[in-house]
């Protein structure tokens, strides 16, 4: 006779006590055919069908005993052995679901409470199982509910996060669970595919599958995956799906790096070897099996299994083309044509023949006739991209310039709206120094396609290149309204704001020593409001209002590079003389401090403390030098500016800074010194070498050419190791 159950809360974990149970432990509903029920009859309890009974009895026992560790160890065994018993599953949970209420309320340990109430939820949820009655149902029902509570009472929010940490312990089932309840709040393709993963790495692949596709379905740059389609494909491979697995094979084959083509191909090559071996008379099964032999290089492999699959169905097009590329990728062009000839004597019309046809002609150099070949494509099939690539790389083969020319510019005016045909003929203007030429066309090119990526990157070069950077920006920020999270195009804005920074700054110092102080701090603020916070384009900015008699503005000018850099001791340094220039000595003794407290071996600052007076500027640059020397680049910077607000046209505290800031990798800084020394002193011929190697460095290989240049012609010696590396560099650039 069954035994009663009824169901109580206690703590907020719904519970069950059966009467047989003298622990009063929390329980679950048990299957109906439970131990009691097999343990009834005498012969069930002495004859096993198989190995999976004499695990199920044993976990029963256990399970009756309340030892719910070893119950489950024998359940879950006997389910491995065989996953179809509904009987062996739906006791596995309750099994876990008694032991993670015991967890819960005699130990309470929610954390692997709430791992059992996972896993009984797992084996009735996402073990490929589909619930077939209501007490299977009610189960899961108090497993969900249980674990629910227990994430509650440790107060954990993200359900995500808890999926996270499962995994990285290695709970790859109870990680699961979680992925999917966070799937409840967001269609997120990473989760999707981290429960694919899983499902791979528990050896359950089948399961992946839906995973998989959900996460390619959800990710909206899926084509740059490669990678995930090579799951998928290998997720479908071990559920049967042979058909689809191949498509998905292909795809990542053909979006994924070389490193990865091989084992693709690998992948691919057994699909269609099995399939042979089943169907030996599969023509199809043949011609694929050669296309994959034929992308490893294997051409006579692949030669021959297009033969056999041409011997079985001789009049499939597919093959003959297949041919037709394995006789071209042979050198073989004679017998390639061939094959494309006799595909067109019966399908005039066929668009892959004729598009072969010319790629052959092309590798053979009989370009007008490859040309005529892509033309025919295109007529009937105008956005071919294939056979519109392959038109104008063979016009650029053409051994004579002017024929490129007017060929491309006939393309262009021929078909206005085309921006293939309008991008090609600009860049090939572009390339023999035809930028107003190229710059038209480069515009036909966007009004046609406004997300031409290429386009709006050479107009802002065009631009660039004719000193206007403003204009190429604001062609590009045009661009970005379209395409805000393109690249390319926000690199290329950063590129050139940069270089607007570094010339803007050149032309802000050179205003500041000049004396134009009201010019150069617009240009200072200019440069902030396009460049990253600089500490130290704030102490410029400061310095050039204190000459101004601009006082307060400098103070906070220096107050600002503080913010942004708190070691910075210059700027405590020229904060602290500020504030003595309004005598307001306190603040100054105290900024004296700060500045002091960062660089305590800094003399100037200890005699400032003392004396609240700038030192005198005989021996200043020398110790500048030996600063510099001994690596106190700070310190160092700190003495040649003093140097520099005494005397603002001597060179060679200008050459001194800039080796600084070189040491410091602040390379516009220093190319702005260096060209400040060759200004006020042109034979210091060492500057123009070090401007040309810091233009180098930032890669704008034009300034650095001319400035290589410029040292080898003013150096003295012609045979000095430098001369000669500048030579070498003038000739690479």
């Given at each position: 006779m069954r035994k009663k159950n009824f169901i109580v809360k206690a703590s907020g974990i719904i519970i069950l006590f059966s009467t047989f149970n003298s622990m009063g432990l929390a329980a679950?509903?048990?299957?109906?055919?439970?131990?009691?029920?097999?343990?009834?009859?005498?012969?069930?309890?002495?004859?096993?069908?198989?190995?999976?009974?004499?695990?199920?009895?044993?976990?029963?026992?256990?399970y009756r005993a309340n030892e719910f560790s070893k119950a489950i160890d024998s359940l879950k065994r006997a389910l491995e052995l065989a996953p179809e018993r509904s009987t062996t599953r739906i006791n596995l949970a309750v099994a876990y679901i008694n032991r993670g209420s015991y967890f819960f309320n005699q130990k309470s340990s929610l954390d692997q409470a709430a791992n059992d109430y996972?896993?009984?939820?797992?084996?009735?949820?996402?073990?490929?199982?589909?619930?077939?009655?209501?007490?299977?149902?009610?189960?899961?029902?108090?497993?969900?509910?249980?674990?629910?509570?227990?994430?509650?009472?440790?107060?954990?929010?993200?359900?995500?996060?808890?999926?996270?940490?499962?995994?990285?312990?290695?709970?790859?089932?109870?990680?699961?669970?979680?992925?999917?309840?966070?799937?409840?709040?967001?269609?997120?393709?990473?989760?999707?595919?981290?429960?694919?993963?899983?499902?791979?790495?528990?050896?359950?692949?089948?399961?992946?599958?839906?995973?998989?596709?959900?996460?390619?379905?959800?990710?909206?740059?899926?084509?740059?995956?490669?990678?995930?389609?090579?799951?998928?494909?290998?997720?479908?491979?071990?559920?049967?799906?042979?058909?689809?697995?191949?498509?998905?094979?292909?795809?990542?084959?053909?979006?994924?790096?070389?490193?990865?083509?091989?084992?693709?191909?690998?992948?691919?090559?057994?699909?269609?070897?099995?399939?042979?071996k089943a169907q030996p008379r599969d023509a199809s099964a043949h011609m694929n099996l050669g296309v994959v032999l034929q992308k490893k290089g294997d051409l006579e492999g692949a030669l021959r299994e297009y033969r056999i699959?041409?011997?079985?169905?001789?009049?499939?097009?597919?093959?003959?083309?297949?041919?037709?590329?394995?006789?071209?990728?042979?050198?073989?062009?004679?017998?390639?044509?061939?094959?494309?000839?006799?595909?067109?004597?019966?399908?005039?019309?066929?668009?892959?023949?004729?598009?072969?046809?010319?790629?052959?002609?092309?590798?053979?150099?009989?370009?007008?006739?490859?040309?005529?070949?892509?033309?025919?494509?295109?007529?009937?099939?105008?956005?071919?991209?294939?056979?519109?690539?392959?038109?104008?790389?063979?016009?650029?083969?053409?051994?004579?310039?002017?024929?490129?020319?007017?060929?491309?510019?006939?393309?262009?005016?021929?078909?206005?709206?085309?921006?293939?045909?309008?991008?090609?003929?600009?860049?090939?203007?572009?390339?023999?120094?035809?930028?107003?030429?190229?710059?038209?066309?480069?515009?036909?090119?966007?009004?046609?396609?406004?997300?031409?990526?290429?386009?709006?990157?050479?107009?802002?070069?065009?631009?660039?290149?004719?000193?206007?950077?403003?204009?190429?920006?604001?062609?590009?920020?045009?661009?970005?309204?379209?395409?805000?999270?393109?690249?390319?195009?926000?690199?290329?804005?950063?590129?050139?704001?940069?270089?607007?920074?570094?010339?803007?700054?050149?032309?802000?110092?050179?205003?500041?020593?000049n004396g134009k102080y009201t010019e150069a701090i617009e240009e200072y603020k200019k440069i902030i409001e396009i460049s990253e916070p600089d500490s130290d384009l704030y102490v410029n900015l400061g310095a050039a209002y204190q000459a101004s008699d601009k006082n307060q503005e400098a103070i906070e000018a220096y107050q600002k590079a503080v913010q942004i850099n708190a070691k910075n001791s210059t700027a405590y340094h020229y904060l602290g003389a500020a504030y003595a220039q309004q005598e307001n000595y306190e603040k100054a003794l105290k900024a004296y401090k700060q500045a002091l407290a960062l660089d305590p071996n800094n003399e100037d600052i200890k005699k400032a403390i003392a004396s609240l007076n700038q030192l005198t500027s005989n021996n200043l640059l020398e110790k500048g030098i030996l600063e510099y020397n001994q690596g106190k680049y700070k310190e160092a910077l700190l003495t040649i500016n003093t140097v520099l607000i005494k005397d603002s046209t001597n060179a060679e505290a200008y050459y001194q800074r800039g080796m600084v800031y070189d040491a410091m990798k602040k390379y516009p800084l220093a190319i702005s010194d260096y060209a400040l020394t060759v200004k006020y002193n042109p034979e210091l011929v060492m500057a123009y070498y070090l401007l040309a190697v810091d233009y180098d460095t930032l890669k704008n290989y034009p300034e650095a050419k001319k400035w290589y240049r410029k040292y080898i012609e003013k150096s003295p010696d012609q045979q000095d190791e430098y001369v000669k590396y500048a030579r070498e560099r003038v000739s690479q650039l």
């Amino acid at each position: 006779m069954r035994k009663k159950n009824f169901i109580v809360k206690a703590s907020g974990i719904i519970i069950l006590f059966s009467t047989f149970n003298s622990m009063g432990l929390a329980a679950s509903l048990p299957y109906p055919e439970s131990f009691e029920d097999i343990t009834n009859n005498e012969a069930n309890y002495t004859q096993y069908l198989d190995e999976s009974d004499v695990y199920y009895k044993r976990g029963m026992e256990y399970y009756r005993a309340n030892e719910f560790s070893k119950a489950i160890d024998s359940l879950k065994r006997a389910l491995e052995l065989a996953p179809e018993r509904s009987t062996t599953r739906i006791n596995l949970a309750v099994a876990y679901i008694n032991r993670g209420s015991y967890f819960f309320n005699q130990k309470s340990s929610l954390d692997q409470a709430a791992n059992d109430y996972r896993n009984a939820i797992y084996y009735l949820k996402y073990d490929g199982y589909k619930l077939a009655s209501k007490l299977e149902e009610e189960n899961l029902y108090i497993a969900e509910t249980n674990l629910n509570s227990a994430i509650d009472t440790a107060k954990t929010s993200s359900r995500l996060k808890i999926a996270k940490v499962l995994r990285g312990q290695g709970k790859f089932t109870e990680a699961i669970v979680e992925y999917n309840e966070a799937l409840k709040k967001e269609n997120n393709p990473e989760i999707y595919e981290s429960v694919g993963d899983i499902y791979v790495a528990i050896q359950k692949g089948k399961l992946a599958v839906d995973y998989y596709k959900k996460a390619l379905l959800n990710n909206p740059n899926a084509q740059n995956r490669p990678e995930l389609h090579l799951k998928y494909a290998r997720a479908l491979q071990d559920s049967g799906n042979n058909e689809a697995a191949v498509k998905e094979f292909n795809v990542a084959l053909n979006t994924s790096k070389d490193s990865q083509k091989n084992e693709i191909l690998r992948d691919l090559e057994y699909i269609w070897i099995e399939k042979i071996k089943a169907q030996p008379r599969d023509a199809s099964a043949h011609m694929n099996l050669g296309v994959v032999l034929q992308k490893k290089g294997d051409l006579e492999g692949a030669l021959r299994e297009y033969r056999i699959s041409e011997s079985i169905n001789p009049n499939d097009v597919t093959t003959r083309l297949n041919l037709g590329t394995l006789f071209q990728a042979k050198k073989q062009y004679v017998t390639a044509l061939r094959a494309y000839d006799t595909i067109l004597q019966v399908l005039p019309d066929n668009v892959l023949a004729h598009y072969y046809k010319g790629t052959a002609l092309k590798e053979m150099g009989r370009l007008d006739e490859a040309i005529n070949e892509f033309q025919l494509v295109l007529r009937k099939d105008s956005g071919n991209s294939m056979a519109k690539n392959a038109l104008f790389e063979t016009v650029m083969l053409f051994p004579n310039k002017n024929d490129i020319l007017s060929t491309l510019s006939m393309f262009a005016n021929n078909n206005p709206n085309d921006p293939v045909a309008q991008y090609k003929f600009a860049y090939y203007l572009h390339s023999v120094n035809r930028p107003d030429e190229a710059l038209d066309y480069y515009q036909r090119t966007i009004k046609i396609d406004p997300k031409h990526t290429d386009a709006y990157l050479n107009i802002a070069t065009i631009y660039k290149e004719k000193n206007q950077p403003d204009l190429g920006v604001a062609v590009l920020r045009d661009a970005k309204k379209i395409m805000p999270d393109n690249k390319k195009i926000n690199d290329m804005i950063s590129i050139i704001d940069s270089e607007a920074a570094t010339v803007r700054y050149q032309k802000a110092l050179e205003m500041h020593t000049n004396g134009k102080y009201t010019e150069a701090i617009e240009e200072y603020k200019k440069i902030i409001e396009i460049s990253e916070p600089d500490s130290d384009l704030y102490v410029n900015l400061g310095a050039a209002y204190q000459a101004s008699d601009k006082n307060q503005e400098a103070i906070e000018a220096y107050q600002k590079a503080v913010q942004i850099n708190a070691k910075n001791s210059t700027a405590y340094h020229y904060l602290g003389a500020a504030y003595a220039q309004q005598e307001n000595y306190e603040k100054a003794l105290k900024a004296y401090k700060q500045a002091l407290a960062l660089d305590p071996n800094n003399e100037d600052i200890k005699k400032a403390i003392a004396s609240l007076n700038q030192l005198t500027s005989n021996n200043l640059l020398e110790k500048g030098i030996l600063e510099y020397n001994q690596g106190k680049y700070k310190e160092a910077l700190l003495t040649i500016n003093t140097v520099l607000i005494k005397d603002s046209t001597n060179a060679e505290a200008y050459y001194q800074r800039g080796m600084v800031y070189d040491a410091m990798k602040k390379y516009p800084l220093a190319i702005s010194d260096y060209a400040l020394t060759v200004k006020y002193n042109p034979e210091l011929v060492m500057a123009y070498y070090l401007l040309a190697v810091d233009y180098d460095t930032l890669k704008n290989y034009p300034e650095a050419k001319k400035w290589y240049r410029k040292y080898i012609e003013k150096s003295p010696d012609q045979q000095d190791e430098y001369v000669k590396y500048a030579r070498e560099r003038v000739s690479q650039l």
